[in-house]
């Protein structure tokens, strides 16, 4: 019987082991659980947070992307309008550059017609008052001698010789 002793059940023990299980439980849910799912609480929180401001980093990122796409793209249509100023300019300014040399070169074909007149007009004088000239001559040479035809014709040709020579 000796092996009955060791199987035998004893309420005040069976009673005793389950009080002081619930105390041990109780001071480890206390002092161990209650602590780390603190811990555990708090870093699930940083790791919300954690993943809350990286979602906002890149929602913040995307922003700033997007304006300085549309930046990129008003500069690029800015520098498109100045080129189409500059171009309509330099244009407007080819133009008047071109009228400019076309009123100079017309007052100088102007000047140059006008001088070309004045000089016409002057060698006619010229020609005349040598015709004048001549003529007179001429005519004391006939007044001096009585001419006939022969001598008529020979002297207009030495007239019209003389013209071409003394220019």
Known sequence: MKYLDFFTIDVWT???T???MLILLTIIKKL????VTKVLQQRDEEVKKMYAQANEANE????LEKEYN???AQAREEAGEIIKQATVSAQKREEEIIASAQ???DIMTKRAETEIAQERKKAYQNIRDEISDI???IAGKMVQREINAKDHEALIRRFI???GEEK
Do not use: T
């Not at 161990?32 to 602590?35: E, G, N, R, S, V």
């Open 14 to 16: 069976i009673i005793f």
């Open 18 to 20: 389950w009080a002081n």
């Open 32 to 35: 161990l659980f209650k602590p």
């Open 60 to 63: 913040k990122a995307a922003s």
């Open 70 to 72: 549309e930046k990129m």
């Open 103 to 105: 009123q100079q070169a």
């Open 135 to 137: 003529s007179v001559a």
């Open 161 to 163: 010789e003389n013209v």
